[in-house]
Structures are given as C-alpha cells and as structure tokens.
C-alpha cells in the first residue's frame, strides 16, 4: 500500500499538536492539570452523548439536558480544586460532592421530563457523567500524590496500544474479539507484558515505588484500557460511526483518544488511594 503523504502529515502535525498541549498542561502546574482534565472530559462527554442519541433516537433529549450534564461535570471538577486548595478534603471528597450533585439532578430532570423518555434520557445522561467524570477525579487524586502518576498511567496506555499493534502485526493471529478485529490475543497479551517490564524497569532506575507498584498501574492501562477501547468501538458499531468526533485530524475525536483512560482511570487510582 502506497503512502498517503497529505494524510501522514496531518495525522503526524495533529499528534505532534496533542502530544505538546497533553504535556503542557500535565506537567506545568496543578491548575494547568485541572484545566486539562475539565476541558478533555467535556469534550468526552459531548461526543458520548452524541453517540447515545444516534444510538436511541427514540429517546428525545431535552436540548438543555446534555449542557446541564456537561456543566455539572466542570462544577465537580472545579469543586475539587477549591477543596484541595483549602485543605480540607481526602481522596473521598470528589466522590462525596459528585454524589450530593448528581442526587439532586437525578430528583429535579426525574420531574421536568416527559413521563414517556424520562427514564431512558435520565439513566443516559447520569450514566454518561458517572463513565467520564469519575475516571478524571481518580486522575485528581493520582495528581494530588505525584504529578508523575497521572502522566505515567498515559505513558502506560499509548505503550500498551503501541507494543500491542507492534506484536500483533508480527506474530498475532488468534482474534481477541469481533468489536474490534484487528485485535488478537497473542498481540492484546504482548501488549500488556511489554508494558508491564517497561513501568518496572522505569520503577527500578527511579526508585520511586516498588516494581510491584509499576507493574499493578501498568497491568490497569493493559487490561482495563484494553477494555476501554473495546467498550468504546462497541458504542461506535452501535451508532454506526467511524469516530465519535472530528477533534483530531486523522484521529477522530477526545472520546476515541482517551476510550482507554476513562477505564484504566479508575482501576489505578484505586490502587494508588489503597495501596500506594
């Protein structure tokens, strides 16, 4: 197959693009990490909920019930960060406030919409705000311990991606799953194998954590990311798209670069609060 050098400059110059915005606001200061973080989630959050709506037309959305779900997740973000920044909170406090938010949301949209779509609209739209916004406070809270945690579980994430389209390409030739064909087992296991002596050998030169430690995250951005990702192209098959948006050229969109995050996310910063 011949190189199509318009479309390899365009996928290269909008990754070069991503990778810089990713690291400016990762790395910068914590202010820059919340930014980061609220602006990716409602961008995931509004392409999810466009897939929901191609998926269930039936169900007619009020027009403000999407902005309200997008503007409850910036006010949880943002509540954190006025809570870190008094020092009156644990890792518990953005559970708690997204659980008060998200209880009086459930009561007063429950009221306001139509007896016929209320449910289906409901359970979508907080469904859609519980997968996106909760994987970006675990990031929070891996943040608020060590800013190199958050940055490593994404390291971890395009690692595995990588190593397992490498190994795939090789020597895979056992499928891993019809939502995703390309993928085989044998590349999916490389994946997080190769992913798993990176982060320890990572652990081992910087002394940081114990190699039992790099190797549990990498294990979430292996196994949970993988599953992200499958999550994510089955949502896709059901809208009958290819990308769920056209944030990034040649790429798609936030919700298809970060479908693995959003799965990992969680699982290691539970380990983190836990274990580390």
């Not at 929901?52 to 910036?74: D, G, S």
């Not at 406090?93 to 008060?100: E, G, V």
């Not at 039992?212 to 990311?225: E, I, N, S």
């Amino acid at each position: 197959m011949a190189l199509n050098l318009p479309v390899f400059y365009q996928r290269t110059g909008s990754a070069i693009v991503f990778a810089a915005v990713m690291l400016v606001g990762l790395l910068w200061n914590l202010e820059s990490f919340y930014v980061l973080m609220t602006v990716i989630s409602v961008l995931c959050l509004k392409e999810l909920m466009q897939l929901l709506q191609k998926i269930n037309p039936e169900t007619h959305w009020p027009k403000w019930l999407p902005a309200n779900i997008m503007a409850i997740n910036v006010l949880v973000i943002v509540y954190t960060f006025f809570l870190r920044a008094g020092s009156i909170c644990g890792y518990n406090a953005p559970a708690i406030a997204l659980a008060i938010i998200c209880y009086i949301v459930i009561l007063t949209v429950f009221c306001i919409l139509p007896e016929k779509n209320a449910l289906a609209a409901l359970m979508q739209g907080l469904g859609s705000l519980f997968y996106v916004t909760c994987p970006f406070l675990a990031l929070i809270s891996m943040r608020w311990m060590n800013y190199e945690l958050p940055l490593a579980l994404i390291l971890m994430i395009w690692t595995n991606d990588t190593m397992a389209y490498l190994v795939g390409s090789f020597i895979g030739k056992t499928p891993f799953s019809a939502i995703s064909p390309k993928k085989t087992w044998e590349g999916t296991g490389g994946g997080a194998i190769l992913t798993m002596i990176g982060a320890m050998a990572y652990g081992y030169l910087s002394h940081k954590y114990s190699l039992v430690d790099w190797a549990a995250l990498a294990l979430c951005a292996g196994v949970a990311g993988t599953l992200g990702d499958l999550v994510e192209s089955k949502l896709k098959r059901m809208a009958n798209v290819k990308d769920s948006g056209t944030l990034m050229p040649g790429h798609g969109g936030a919700f298809d670069r970060f479908d693995s995050l959003l799965l990992a996310a969680p699982f290691a910063g539970c380990y983190v609060a836990l274990f580390m």
